[in-house]
């Protein structure tokens, strides 16, 4: 046994479906810009060039449904739909065709975003932690083991705020699909059981305030609610 100076804070978790066990977490990756008509209403040049990725910390995830404080520093909060692809058995250099033995399951979370701290870290050449790996910033919907996932390369993935639609697009329309991805986050680091994959948004992005019911899901794989609440 480890002696630490203090008790080391608890793994953070996931929901399982179907099931009281929990997925241990480790690290969470997001794909940036990985729909086209997303990449063009942030005013991006949508051509494949490499896909570039970020993280959040592990504990910024949470179980829903959920209620959220609408976040400090920020008077720009915005949602954005995603595929999570959650990683059971580790590995490097992981090729295409191997990929899927190497995912547990999937799910459906949103990128919280802090669009305003995002966006001056862009015009600064600064990291984009502060826009994007705040506290509570990556609900996710209990983890779907992969065998009962229909697919991961086909289907609606949707959010609605307070009831009204504003993203409404297809897996297929993943300009690096999670073959493509993975394999490629693999090349630059060890991937690990625990780590989970934030795929990337499609178009409609927006901000959302205080008393906003925010869903969304993947058709085959869930549903998600979150209502944020008053700033904390
Ligand atoms: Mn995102």
Redesign the pocket.
Known sequence: MTAYAFPPPERASLAIKGSDARFPLRRIF?VGRNYEAHAIEMGNDPSREPPFFFTKPADAALDTPCTIPYPTLTENLHY?I?LIIAIGKGGANIAEADVMEHVWGASVGI?L?RRDLQNEAKKMGRPWDWGKAFDQSAPIAPIVPIAEVPSVESARIWLAVNGVTKQDADLADLIWSVREHVSILSQSMTLAPGDII?T??PAGVGAIVAGDVVTGGVDGIGTIEVTIGPRS
């Open positions: 997001c954005e995603e990128d975003t934030m990337g948004t």
